[in-house]
T-cell receptor, first 114, second 110 residues
Framework: NAGVTQTPKFQVLKTGQSMTLQCAQDMNHEYMSWYRQDPGMGLRLIHYSVGAGITDQGEVPNGYNVSRSTTEDFPLRLLSAAPSQTSVYFC?????????????FGPGTRLTVL | GQQLNQSPQSMFIQEGEDVSMNCTSSSIFNTWLWYKQDPGEGPVLLIALYKAGELTSNGRLTAQFGITRKDSFLNISASIPSDVGIYFCAGSNYGQNFVFGPGTRLSVLP
């Protein structure tokens, strides 16, 4: 199993540009989520999904969109990038709610918005 | 929103020493997780705790789920250089909305 994969690993954007961060998992996990990590603030939940076709907002959802058309993929879209979105983004997955709560993380995408 | 506090924020220890860190919350959780993050990598799960009072070990690591369900502790025995990194605690209820602490940065001096 590849586990949780994320692309790209690094990205530089200009203010106002849009892009999609890709996340995929091959563990048949139903629960997937996106976090951003900023210095001294730990990981903050952006959006999550409990299964294909179902998404919900986390703690810091503004400026980000998600969709979950398949169990495997959970892309994160930045519609109009802002410097405040400079961060490291992690995707994570786990089995469905009520079963094992152990989340597995991808390697991260390092995004800089100029 | 929910907040987790971790202490200490950072620590410098000598190789071979034991390490203790803790995590506290203003809310109760039914799951506590401990992760380690190496530079440039994603967090890696170390230990998962599912029951108040539970004590679980993973090699040199031991973690406990506090009786009040508002705290958890992680101990590392006989530290080695590869223990260097940031340790995060996370709490959740039934797998929903994991909340992460700000991390404890561990440095091991040879």
């Amino acid at each position: 199993n590849a586990g949780v994969t994320q692309t790209p690993k690094f990205q530089v954007l200009k203010t106002g540009q849009s892009m999609t961060l890709q996340c995929a998992q091959d563990m048949n996990h139903e629960y997937m989520s996106w976090y951003r990590q900023d210095p001294g603030m730990g990981l903050r939940l952006i959006h999550y999904s409990v299964g294909a076709g179902i998404t919900d907002q986390g703690e810091v959802p503004n400026g980000y969109n998600v969709s979950r058309s398949t169990t495997e993929d959970f892309p994160l879209r930045l519609l109009s990038a802002a410097p405040s979105q400079t961060s490291v983004y992690f995707c994570a997955s786990s089995y469905s709610v009520g079963q094992s709560n152990e989340q597995f993380f991808g390697p991260g995408t390092r995004l800089t918005v100029l | 929103g929910q907040q987790l506090n971790q202490s200490p924020q950072s620590m410098f220890i000598q190789e071979g020493e034991d390490v203790s860190m803790n995590c506290t919350s203003s809310s109760i959780f039914n799951t506590w997780l401990w992760y380690k993050q190496d530079p440039g990598e994603g967090p890696v799960l170390l230990i998962a705790l599912y029951k108040a009072g539970e004590l679980t070990s993973n090699g040199r690591l031991t973690a406990q789920f506090g009786i009040t369900r508002k705290d958890s502790f992680l101990n590392i025995s006989a530290s080695i250089p590869s223990d260097v990194g940031i340790y995060f605690c996370a709490g959740s209820n039934y797998g929903q909305n994991f909340v992460f602490g700000p991390g404890t940065r561990l440095s091991v001096l040879p």
